[in-house]
């Protein structure tokens, strides 16, 4: 996302016209530990998906999917897992 | 055209409200205080009476009136209020919130000392405090001052180059509660002077949803801020332009400064709100004795117009710069800091002696300015200004 000049606030002042567009701000990057899913234990019982205070995990009837542009790594699917199938690995550089 | 204009006998403060009144704004959200009251008060009764369409949110704080005329100004509604002193620092967060959201609310501020100990008299500490708020601040000389400002205000904040908020300070008690004669526009002509206001954008707007105000930290934050300094500092042609066009419909032209036998004078006491007549009062006295003193008054002080108060002062010999506000811990008022850092780099300029005087609205005499003209006639032949002079103030 390419951040606008002062030269292009003047006029506007601290206001967004284009509503909804919170999307385009990806708060991934903030994330130090990546939950990883081992599938072949998850039960798809969505408490990941319920929990997920960044509604980062989606469920398309099947199975559940972390969308890593949004994850912030909070470890809170993990904690919630019954299953305990979501493990938290350390970001790499 | 020469229009003739009904004159009435009235007080400054409902001077205020007569214009608040003319204006008809859509939101007045305002606590009363002293000496701004009977803005409040008399507004009310307008409101009361069924004279204006206003819908009057009578809060609980100043931080809820200036709260209030937020919410209803970005709600794309003409806005209006009034405070003073105390009532003004507690809107202080707010203040920011208002000029940085550029909303064009109109607010008169009957300028008054802050506490302590507790003083209800002018001065003007409480607008000096705002004076990096962001808000554009006028300043009035006497009643006909305020009413007209009013008017004017309403057309600078609501420009769509400007979008700001404006405040219009007059002296409290001195100007506030002064019964001076008012030359009274039409209801028609106030309403096309100003005109309907149609907000650039606003949250009402269901069409349209936006997000005013929201988070912008280190990666923008300092962008919005010089946005917002731009936009105030290119309020100043649109100044000039409406108080040329105030003039044009009443014969009573403003400029951002006014200058006063200043284009030969040789000792010029700058000066703002109600003290500018008492000067000019000495300086006609004084000029009929042949002396070359003249007064420069500042009508606006946010934003500063630098360029005009050089070119107004640049050829004296000395300059007196009348603070009524104090900055304990430093070596003037805010007017002689303003002034005098930034003709610092002219090649030629004249010695700035600092004043500081009627603060808690103590008196300033026309022996008070002629003693201020003796004095600069002293410093020119010391060369050089003295420390910080208060004036009629006991030892
Ligand atoms: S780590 Fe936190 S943010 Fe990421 S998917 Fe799990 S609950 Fe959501
Ligand atoms: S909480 Fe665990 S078991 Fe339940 S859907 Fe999420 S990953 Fe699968």
Known sequence: MKL??????????????????????????????????????CTTCLFCWL?????????DGKRVEINYDYCKGCGICAAECPVKCITMKEEEK | MKTTFKKIAIEGNEAAALAFKQVNPDVVAAYPITPSTEVVQKFSEYVANGEVDTEFVPVESEHSAMS???????????????????????????????????????MTVANRALSAPINIHGDHSDSMGARDSGWIQIYSENVQEIYDNIF??????????????????FDGFITSHSEEILEVLDDDLVRRFIGEYKPKYSLLDVDHPM??????????????????????ANSLPVIKKVGREFGDLTGRYYDLIEKYHTDDAEYIIVAMSSTCGTVREVVDELREKGEKVGLLKIRVFRPFPLEEISNALKNAKVVGILDRSIIPGSFSGPL??????????????????????????????TEHIKNVFTQLQEIEKLGRPKNLIYIGVRE
């Open chain 2, 211 to 232: 997000t005013m105000g929201p988070l912008a930290l280190f990666d923008s934050y300092f962008e919005f801020k010089v946005a917002q300094a731009y936009a105030i």
């Open chain 2, 68 to 106: 209030a005329c937020i919410g209803a100004s970005a709600a794309g509604a003409r806005v209006m209020t009034s405070t003073a002193s105390q009532g003004l620092a507690l809107m202080w967060e707010m203040l920011y919130i208002a000029s940085s959201l550029r909303l064009p609310i109109v």
């Open chain 2, 152 to 169: 004017q205000a309403v057309r600078i904040a609501e420009d769509p180059q400007v979008r700001l908020p404006v405040m219009v300070n």
């Open chain 1, 4 to 41: 606008p000049g002062w030269k292009e606030l003047v006029e506007i002042g601290p206001i967004i016209l284009e509503p909804g567009n919170a999307r385009e701000y990806k708060t991934g990057d903030w994330r130090t530990f990546r939950p990883e899913i081992d599938y072949s234990k």
């Open chain 1, 51 to 59: 929990f997920c205070p960044d509604s980062a995990i989606s469920f």
């Open chain 2, 336 to 365: 002689y800091h303003e002034i005098v850092s930034g003709m610092y780099h002219l090649d030629k300029r004249p010695i700035f002696q600092p004043y500081v005087y009627g603060l808690g609205g103590r008196d300033i005499t």
